[in-house]
């Protein structure tokens, strides 16, 4: 029998005989990359390949590194096997990644959902053999309402701060879920602040063609007080911050899929806490894994025991497998 076509090791997912990593997160010679976050995207590889989605914000964050890109769908043989990017639904040009050989097929998700966001490329199934995805919101009491009723709550609760002078001071992830929002909110309400990580990855998404509502980066120099009733939208982890202070009066509000979980919101320091994720819930997890018709699933970040334990329990060959890569994370800015 051939060697597994993906093996597991502690510098990442190993493909042997294509001699490359998949989001490694030791320095290797060739990293295929699924998506920009931090915890995927890392510094020091030899060669990177990824979609020319997630190219620019790569280039962004990483610098000059020799990144080749593909599109989706797009067959590149490598050494002796063929890989294909297809979309995770995760964040703008993020990818599951396809590899095959003589027919056999696997498939390593990244961090992906399967609802539509307005901005990302929609997930797709890939029918596999093997696949190998995440379950951070793996619990059935992880369950997505809508996107538009999402976005309706936070307009209703930002008119509400407006007309009373309170900023609106809004925390998500620079890269993904703070454009999404941006993208969802009724702009019209009132002026839309940013601060300089999300305005980056806006500078450089809207670059490549993604179209955001207006927004005015906020500097030192910035006069906080000249926006009264403004929407700001800030990583995680400038919440409760000087920086957050400057706004004066303000309510604060937290975007994540923790926030399905009582508690967490009053833990964060926020007054409003708006459940969406860019991660499967329960429910998608489960149909993204049936849709694939794989035989064996691994899992690698999040509920892990308890959701390995699900899908044996549901007849699959499931097994847990130990990588760096982090779900959506509640107290850091950056790896999502
Ligand atoms: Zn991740
Ligand atoms: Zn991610």
Known sequence: MADPLLTFT?????CPDGGFYIDPWRPVDRA????????????????YLATAAAAPVMRHRLGDIALDTVTYGEVRRIGGVDVSF?????????AQIRIERAGEVWVASGDYKTTDDGLSERFEPVRCHAFITECTFGLPVFKWAPQADVATDI???????????RASILGAYALGKAQRLL??????????????????TNEVLRAQGVTLPDTIRVTPETDTKAHPGALIVAPPSALGTPWARRFGASSTGFASGWMALRGVRRRRGADRGFVLSDHADWEGLNAAIDATGAERVFVTHGYTAIFRRWLVERGFDAAVVETAWEGEALEEGEAA
């Open 10 to 14: 502690d510098r990442g997912i190993y």
């Open 32 to 47: 295929l990359i699924t998506h920009g976050h931090a915890d995927h995207a890392r510094d020091g590889m030899g060669r």
């Open 86 to 94: 297809h979309p995770a639904g995760h964040v703008p040009g993020s």
């Open 155 to 165: 307009d209703v609760w930002w008119r509400a701060n407006r007309a009373v002078g």
């Open 183 to 200: 993208a969802a909110v009724d702009a019209t309400i009132g002026p839309i602040l940013t601060h300089g990580a999300v305005e980056n």
